[in-house]
């Protein structure tokens, strides 16, 4: 069995920095990507960034330039580093990862609970 666990959320005002983290625990082989996604009231979850086991990065135009995604391979952690955050930003996080086990060696995806990030003054 697979967790995902986010931490780090909060509420920030305009213009202020959070740092999220998802650690992944369980019976795991390997972990390819990881990513962080979104879902505000009423609207469909999001792609935020995401980071491949390679370090290649991806990111939403609107988060470009703010938001940081990274990862610890030797942690089972990715990191979601945010700046410059605006009231749109407020949403539930999610943690994604595609997880190879001992019994799934192809990788699976698997999601954390979320984590709520509100942006307000």
């Known amino acids: 069995q697979v967790q995902l666990v986010e931490s780090g959320g909060g509420l920030v005002q305009p213009g202020g920095s959070l740092r999220l983290s998802c650690v992944a625990s369980g019976s795991i082989r390997s972990i390819n990507a990881m990513g962080w996604y979104r879902q505000a009231p009423r609207a469909q979850r999001e792609l935020v960034a995401q980071?491949?086991?390679?370090?290649?990065?991806n990111y939403a135009d609107s988060v470009k330039g703010r938001f940081t995604i990274s990862r610890d391979n030797a942690k089972n952690t990715v990191y979601l580093q945010m700046s410059s955050l605006k009231p749109e930003d407020t949403a539930v996080y999610y943690c994604?990862?595609?997880?190879?086990?001992?019994?799934?060696?192809?990788?699976?995806?698997?999601w954390g609970q979320g984590t709520q990030v509100t942006v307000s003054s």
């Open positions: 980071i491949t086991s390679g370090e290649t990065t």
């Open positions: 994604n990862g595609a997880i190879a086990t001992p019994q799934r060696p192809f990788p699976q995806h698997y």
